[in-house]
């Protein structure tokens, strides 16, 4: 009878063993969840251009700056609402801090501006960058 116990005993440890293991697998391999407040970042350059019908090209800082404003930068989600606009910078670009999903990008479009780049549809994902450089033809010839 005592080589009985021992074989339940052994039985139970093994299943006991498996079950701790399974629960360990699955705990690590269990995504963790995101924060509530976590969220993305999607940033870029843009270049806008020409800006003058011949060259040499002298456009003074304020109206380079008045080009950029002229044409932000539009996030929107798949409905169609939008939830994010910048104002490109002309050295720096933008970024726009985003919750986790997926959007569409655009522009505010001025005249016959058009950019091979938008409009695009980007994920974001908590705690990433996503960058997207915009170059923008104003149509100037």
């Known amino acids: 009878m005592p080589e009985t116990d021992r074989g339940w005993s052994l039985i139970i440890m093994s299943l006991l063993a498996i079950i701790i293991a399974a629960a360990v697998f ?32 002298t456009v003074t800082p304020d109206q380079l700056a008045a080009a950029f404003a002229a044409r932000t930068i539009i ?10 606009e910048s104002v490109p910078d002309p050295r720096t670009g933008y970024s726009i801090a985003l919750k986790p999903g997926a959007y569409s990008i655009d522009m505010r479009h001025l005249g016959i501006d058009r950019s091979p780049d938008l409009p695009k549809t980007v994920t974001i994902r908590a705690g990433e960058t996503v960058r997207l450089n915009i170059s923008i033809d104003t149509g100037i010839r």
């Open 75 to 84: 996030v929107s989600i798949p409905g169609g609402s939008i939830v994010a």
């Open 26 to 57: 699955i705990n690590f391999s269990s995504p963790v969840p995101e924060p509530v407040n976590a969220t993305g970042t999607l940033t870029g350059t843009v270049t806008i251009g020409p800006l003058c019908p011949v060259e040499p090209c």
